[in-house]
């Protein structure tokens, strides 16, 4: 009886027991599985190309709105010396080895890099910005006061007397260049005193100014400000992207004014992925009309230019489009074209980075006429 129970047991776990996948449902199964695994693998592809595109044109707008804000601000105050009309209230300069001899001039100045030589006969001949900045684009440079927290304490007896400041004084070092002016005069000279003393000489010795006399005695309603003398331009960073193309990048180097007249900068990388920076400027002609020209137009007055129009194209180094950039971008006065396009004189690598233009118009505050 026991026996006859255990084969009828054995015999329904026959019947019924798990039996193994035949060839065509396998087959089936590995084909759901890859269409699945496609399906998943095409949405992660595309979800993540779509996140790098995002990325570069985030970044890339970043950059842009740094590079184009940085720059806006220093030439909307081109020529600033406090109150004193630049162009109406001449500078009197003391200082020895001036970074400027006439400030109307010298406050905006602007540049076409054709070649190595653009800087001949500038403070930048035969410097490194002459060959670094890249030819095709374009070099500015900016020259304005800069306000400082410091201030004149008392009047003055004599022009030739020291002048007695507080504030914060480690902002300055013996023979650096100040620029003091109130709403009828402005004069640059250079410290001679030690600067944290509180007291500011200015006298004639020892190779730093031409003379120990202002031109006029200033009370405590004068302005004190660094002067400050920069230029932007575009250069290659010395890095390549992951196809080992060339990085360029947004520059701004500050001249260092030495005592000595020779040559001295510092030299800042400001926005990476700058491959063109071009720049118009507005000249107010004597029919009032303004017209916006390159540097390099026969007949520009510097003095009479109101407002400069700046156009940077930017690229992101990850290289995230699927083919190479055969657009055209178009800048303030110039078209940047893919490379090897026919005719074209300025133009950009052609590879798989992404680019985009930023524009922007400045006035310059200190020439602005009613």
């Known amino acids: ?38 399906g998943v693998m095409t949405v992660y592809l595309d979800s993540n190309k779509t996140s790098r595109v995002s990325t570069s044109l985030a970044r890339i707008q970043e ?33 020895r080895f001036p970074p400027t001899l006439d400030f109307a001039q010298s406050g905006l100045r602007g540049w076409e890099v054709d070649d190595s030589n653009w800087a001949d006969g500038t403070e930048f001949d035969d410097t490194a910005i002459e060959t670094r900045a890249r030819q095709g684009s374009d070099v500015l440079a900016v020259q ?12 003055m007896n004599v022009p030739n007397a020291n002048l007695q400041v507080e504030g914060e004084l480690g902002l300055f070092e013996q023979n650096d ?12 000279f250079r410290i001679t005193s030690e600067p944290t003393s509180g007291t500011w000489a200015h006298a004639n010795g020892a190779n730093s100014n031409n003379d120990n006399r202002l031109s006029q005695l200033y009370n405590d309603s004068a ?27 947004l520059y701004r180097q500050t001249d260092n004014m030495l005592n000595t007249g020779a040559a001295s900068f510092t030299r800042d990388e400001l926005v990476e992925g700058v491959d063109s920076m071009q720049i118009l400027y507005g000249e107010r002609l004597s029919t009032d009309n303004i017209r916006f020209v ?7 007055d510097m003095a009479n230019v109101v407002a400069v129009k700046i156009g940077l194209l ?57």
């Open 1 to 38: 009886m026991i026996r006859e129970r255990r084969f009828a047991t054995l015999e329904l776990s026959r019947e019924f027991g798990q039996r193994g996948l035949s060839l065509v449902e396998l087959m089936v199964a590995l084909a759901l599985s890859t269409v699945l695994i496609l």
């Open 63 to 95: 950059s842009g709105r740094i590079g184009v804000d940085i720059m806006a601000r220093d030439i909307r105050m081109v020529g600033f010396q406090g109150c004193a009309d630049p162009m109406s209230i001449g500078m009197n300069i003391i200082a």
């Open 177 to 188: 260049i100040v620029l003091i002016s109130d709403c009828e005069n402005a004069d640059l």
């Open 144 to 155: 304005r006061g800069e306000t400082v927290p410091i201030s004149l304490t008392g009047n």
């Open 314 to 370: 930017i690229s992101d180094p990850e290289g995230t489009r699927d083919v190479a950039d055969n657009l055209t971008y178009a800048l303030p006065g110039q078209n940047i074209a893919p490379a090897g396009a026919a005719g074209a004189t300025v133009t950009h690598a052609g590879d798989l980075r992404v680019r985009k233009t930023f524009e922007t118009s400045v006035n310059l505050r200190n020439r602005i006429r009613d």
């Open 294 to 300: 390159p540097a390099d137009t026969v007949g520009l």
């Open 223 to 249: 302005r004190i400000m660094r002067f400050s003398s920069t230029v932007y331009y575009v250069a290659d960073t010395g890095r390549d992207d992951t196809r080992g193309n060339p990085i360029y990048a």
